[in-house]
């Protein structure tokens, strides 16, 4: 909890601060309007930010751990078309996740625990599919030697930790509603 927060007057919240406002204002902003004012184009925005999460990540781990000087220019290379999906998703859900609770109203806040605890379930369905597939192919199948467990530690965490981290904007961009036609 913040000072403002905790000498906030009793049954009020505190007030918003300038960044809260400047936040609110860029992500309600209508400038990324078109590129999510459909469901089927936020949907292909969500789908293109995944793969490019997924590109990011493995350039990343390439990069990093198998010293592919060229994956790090890929890696450099993917960023900005990644931030931009990024964007235009929390422009789509308005900042749902990105902005603080002291400017969200009740609606907003309930819409971002609904989807919070929806992005817990995907990732732990994953995380269970995975640990299942992973122990049935230890268990019945021909696991290939070559590869040390250990050499997949750290990337399959990378992998694991961004989809967690991930899976609420996922999920609120997929879960998102159209935007009431204007009179």
């Not at 400038?31 to 990540?57: E, G, K, Y």
């Not at 220019?73 to 931009?84: E, G, T």
């Not at 422009?91 to 603080?100: D, N, V």
């Not at 995975?130 to 021909?142: E, K, M, V």
Request: proline residues 5%.
């Amino acid at each position: 909890m913040t000072t403002r927060e905790t000498h906030a007057p009793q049954g009020r919240a505190p007030e918003p601060t300038t960044y809260d406002r400047r936040m609110y204002t860029l992500m309600n902003g209508g400038q990324a309007r078109s590129f999510h004012a459909t469901v089927v184009r936020r949907r292909v925005v969500v789908c293109t930010h995944i793969a490019l999460t997924a590109l990011v990540v493995a350039a990343g781990v390439t990069g990093s751990f198998a010293k592919q000087q060229w994956a790090l220019y890929a890696l450099l290379a993917l960023l900005l078309p990644w931030c931009f999906a990024t964007g235009v998703i929390n422009s789509a859900t308005r900042g749902l996740l990105e902005l603080r609770g002291r400017v969200l109203d009740e609606r907003q806040l309930a819409e971002r625990d609904r989807v919070l605890a929806r992005a817990h379930r995907v990732t732990l369905f994953l995380l269970l599919t995975a640990t299942i597939a992973a122990g049935t192919a230890g268990w019945f199948g021909d696991v290939p030697t070559d590869v040390p467990g250990e050499a997949l530690v750290v990337p399959v965490l990378v992998a694991v930790l961004v989809v967690h981290w991930l899976m609420p904007l996922w999920v609120a961009g997929l879960v998102v509603r159209d935007e009431p036609a204007e009179d």
